[in-house]
């Protein structure tokens, strides 16, 4: 393999070499009383994989469980999703246009979900809040759990700067951004543990100044119990080639490109369809474009799918599009759609990103020029026209999915739990 085939595994292998206390995968936790913990996120519950892996990671090794996220029109305040129980506080649409209407709902969803979490931990008594950005600052909903005791991480899914520089067209020299890095700087002082997506922004945030001994690097990593390729008798015989595209619909996505893209490279490829499935705030945009370029018949705008039915959408896919533009928030910011789409056997191009670049390359992948419409039709109609040479690609992407899913990696997160839990969680094992 080359060193672009294994980044991912050895750079977070380092972290996890030498440790002491488990045998045979079993957690560290599994021989202390179970840890109470409760997940914070400004997300959908049901619809962030990354929360689910964790939440349910924990409570399958008989940890107590709860997460505070946002409610989507219809469902309950409060319900179980197996053995994790979760608080739903406000309903949210994802059409956020302008700055001011974004730090609202996020400022409204911080004072309900500080409430919640102080009058949970005086009944629950969390050893561990687990706070996921955006916004950093929500890592401050946990103050009473940690003035009584609990340990904080702050999860950064996406780096809060860069992201809301290239959401609402901001300079990295602006007032705004200086007050976001202030910000992110001591969100990650108050939490007692760090954990960041992907390691240029580990790197990123050793170069703003957090201790690396703070900081862990864990992705988000397929579960191969959901991204999988299809059995033979549930694969489509429709005679279609579906480019697929599922995802948040916003600028740095680059969505608008591929569907140019595939304008131009639509006649060569007579039963070609482009399939967009997703919610955001470039959504309208994206449909007047299909509009304006006679592509109605051919280019498909759905709805978001839930989370346990998308892998099964990928995997009927023939071909899957990671159209990233590399500048700003989008050319360091990962897509797990690469690895979900390797790991369900779907040969997939991707822009050249700097992050993409770093964890992949032409042998697992097909790269095209980020920006680049024309690029990205050729690329297009190379993959239509070769799609029975696609199978060594496929079979080398699996095999790199699996080195990199949630089923090898989970172990990470079980070692960022288990050392920020407080020392009485121990304590009361061993008395108990």
């Given at each position: 393999?080359?060193?672009?085939?294994?980044?991912?595994?050895?750079?977070?292998?380092a972290a996890a070499s030498g440790t002491s206390g488990e045998t045979a995968g079993v957690p560290l936790a599994s021989t202390c009383r179970r840890l109470r913990v409760c997940h914070l996120a400004y997300t959908f519950y049901e619809n962030d994989n990354r929360v689910i892996r964790y939440a349910e990671a924990l409570a399958t090794r008989g940890d107590q469980v709860d997460v505070i996220a946002l409610r989507r029109s219809g469902q309950p305040r409060k319900g179980r999703s197996g053995d994790v129980q979760v608080y739903r506080l406000q309903r949210r649409?994802?059409?956020?246009?302008?700055?001011?209407?974004?730090?609202?709902?996020?400022?409204?969803?911080?004072?309900?979900?500080?409430?919640?979490?102080?009058?949970?931990?005086?009944?629950?008594?969390?050893?561990?809040?687990?706070?996921?950005?955006?916004?950093?600052?929500?890592?401050?909903?946990?103050?009473?759990?940690?003035?009584?005791?609990?340990?904080?991480?702050?999860?950064?899914?996406?780096?809060?700067?860069?992201?809301?520089?290239?959401?609402?067209?901001?300079?990295?020299?602006?007032?705004?951004?200086?007050?976001?890095?202030?910000?992110?700087?001591?969100?990650?002082?108050?939490?007692?543990?760090?954990?960041?997506?992907?390691?240029?922004?580990?790197?990123?945030?050793?170069?703003?100044?957090?201790?690396?001994?703070?900081?862990?690097?864990?992705?988000?990593?397929?579960?191969?119990?959901?991204?999988?390729?299809?059995?033979?008798?549930?694969?489509?015989?429709?005679?279609?080639?579906?480019?697929?595209?599922?995802?948040?619909?916003?600028?740095?996505?680059?969505?608008?490109?591929?569907?140019?893209?595939?304008?131009?490279?639509?006649?060569?490829?007579?039963?070609?369809?482009?399939?967009?499935?997703?919610?955001?705030?470039?959504?309208?945009?994206?449909?007047?474009?299909?509009?304006?370029?006679?592509?109605?018949?051919?280019?498909?705008?759905?709805?978001?799918?839930?989370?346990?039915?998308?892998?099964?959408?990928?995997?009927?896919?023939?071909?899957?599009?990671?159209?990233?533009?590399?500048?700003?928030?989008?050319?360091?910011?990962?897509?797990?759609?690469?690895?979900?789409?390797?790991?369900?056997?779907?040969?997939?191009?991707?822009?050249?990103?700097?992050?993409?670049?770093?964890?992949?390359?032409?042998?697992?992948?097909?790269?095209?020029?980020?920006?680049?419409?024309?690029?990205?039709?050729?690329?297009?109609?190379?993959?239509?026209?070769?799609?029975?040479?696609?199978?060594?690609?496929?079979?080398?992407?699996?095999?790199?999915?699996?080195?990199?899913?949630?089923?090898?990696?989970?172990?990470?997160?079980?070692?960022?739990?288990?050392?920020?839990?407080?020392?009485?969680?121990?304590?009361?094992?061993?008395?108990?």
């Open positions: 393999m080359t060193l672009a085939h294994t980044s991912v595994a050895v750079r977070t292998n649409a994802v059409t956020e246009r302008r700055a001011w209407s974004y730090l609202l709902k996020i400022l409204w969803f911080f004072i309900q979900s500080t409430c919640l979490l102080s009058v949970l931990h005086f009944r629950r008594r969390y050893d561990i809040v687990h706070v996921h950005n955006v916004p950093d600052f929500l890592v401050f909903a946990a103050v009473l759990p940690r003035l009584t005791g609990a340990r904080v991480i702050l999860d950064i899914h996406d780096i809060l700067p860069e992201l809301y520089a290239g959401k609402f067209g901001l300079s990295d020299r602006s007032w705004t951004f200086r007050r976001l890095l202030a910000v992110e700087r001591l969100s990650c002082w108050f939490a007692d543990g760090v954990i960041v997506a992907n390691h240029l922004w580990h790197d990123k945030l050793v170069h703003r100044a957090l201790p690396a001994t703070k900081l862990t690097t864990i992705m988000n990593y397929p579960d191969l119990n959901l991204f999988r390729p299809l059995p033979s008798q549930e694969r489509r015989r429709d005679g279609k080639f579906i480019i697929l595209y599922p995802g948040t619909l916003n600028q740095h996505q680059g969505v608008d490109i591929a569907i140019r893209a595939f304008a131009r490279a639509c006649d060569c490829m007579p039963d070609a369809e482009f399939h967009i499935y997703g919610e955001g705030p470039a959504r309208g945009q994206l449909e007047r474009l299909i509009v304006e370029l006679g592509l109605t018949n051919r280019v498909k705008l759905l709805d978001r799918v839930p989370l346990t039915n998308v892998a099964h959408v990928m995997a009927s896919a023939d071909l899957g599009v990671v159209p990233k533009r590399a500048d700003g928030f989008g050319n360091e910011a990962f897509s797990t759609k690469i690895l979900e789409f390797m790991a369900c056997g779907v040969p997939v191009i991707v822009s050249r990103t700097e992050i993409d670049s770093h964890y992949f390359d032409d042998t697992l992948v097909r790269f095209f020029a980020s920006g680049d419409e024309g690029d990205l039709s050729e690329a297009l109609i190379w993959a239509y026209a070769h799609r029975a040479e696609h199978a060594e690609l496929v079979g080398r992407a699996r095999d790199f999915a699996v080195l990199n899913s949630w089923q090898r990696r989970a172990m990470d997160y079980y070692r960022v739990i288990d050392g920020v839990a407080p020392a009485a969680a121990y304590r009361e094992a061993l008395t108990g």
